[in-house]
């Protein structure tokens, strides 16, 4: 199993300004996902974020709204920038079990954008 | 990957077993069906996952029919702590960046 651990947990933040997001793994992983879950819709799939390579975004996501950033097999941020009220969701990291085929997530990072 | 078709809520009285169905009627032969589910302010929880036959684990027994169309999550005496939306997923071989959640069926554990 792996444990994900995300910052902040919950913020509260101002139209226009960014936030970034952090998602520390306790074991090295090749891929990490970034979801987001609107309220009370389901999760949709931000993008993929490989080490040492740019991530890949999903139909709808670009990189200079959510940039992310893979230094290392354990760490990921995803930055939501210029922030609208829509971009008010929970954010969870997700990181895929070696050959077991399960998703691990976090907690989730609940914004609210005013 | 196969969309799925769940029911959008279900009631079940605690200590009785809660059987959740599923429909994917468009799988192919080589995907698997994944099953998680999300607790209120968390992050969803894998459940159990199979290809072709019955599995079981500590938490629920996964039934898949034999045309593999359908599928039930059978957790066996359901608690207050297993109210819950529970997703079916179904992708190609681990596939993580294909996982689509569709709107799972929010499942109420009454006392």
């Known amino acids: 199993s792996a444990v994900i651990s995300q910052k902040p947990s919950r913020d509260i933040c101002q139209r226009g300004t960014s936030l970034t997001i952090q998602c520390q793994v306790d074991s090295q992983v090749t891929m990490m996902f970034w979801y987001r879950q609107q309220p009370g819709q389901s999760l949709t799939l931000i993008a993929t974020?490989?080490?040492?390579?740019?991530?890949?975004?999903e139909s709808g996501f670009v990189i200079d709204k959510f940039p992310i950033s893979r230094p290392n097999l354990t760490f990921s941020t995803l930055t939501v920038s210029n922030m609208s009220p829509e971009d008010s969701s929970i954010y969870l990291c997700?990181?895929?079990?070696?050959?077991?085929?399960?998703?691990?997530f976090g907690e989730g990072s609940r914004l609210t954008v005013l | 990957d196969a969309k799925t078709t769940q029911p959008p809520s279900m009631d079940c009285a605690e200590g009785r077993a809660a059987n959740l169905p599923c429909n994917h009627s468009t799988i192919s032969g080589n995907e698997y069906v994944y099953w998680y589910r999300q607790i209120h302010s968390q992050g969803p929880q894998y459940i159990i996952h199979g290809l072709k036959n019955n599995e079981t684990n500590e938490m629920a027994s996964l039934i898949i029919t034999e045309d593999r169309k359908s599928s039930t999550l059978i957790l066996p005496h359901a608690t207050l702590r297993d109210t819950a939306v529970y997703y079916c997923i179904v992708i190609l071989g681990t596939g993580a960046n294909n996982l689509f959640f569709g709107t799972g069926t929010r499942l109420t554990v009454i006392p």
């Open positions: 997700s990181v895929e079990g070696e050959g077991t085929g399960e998703l691990f």
């Open positions: 974020a490989n080490q040492g390579s740019e991530a890949t975004y």
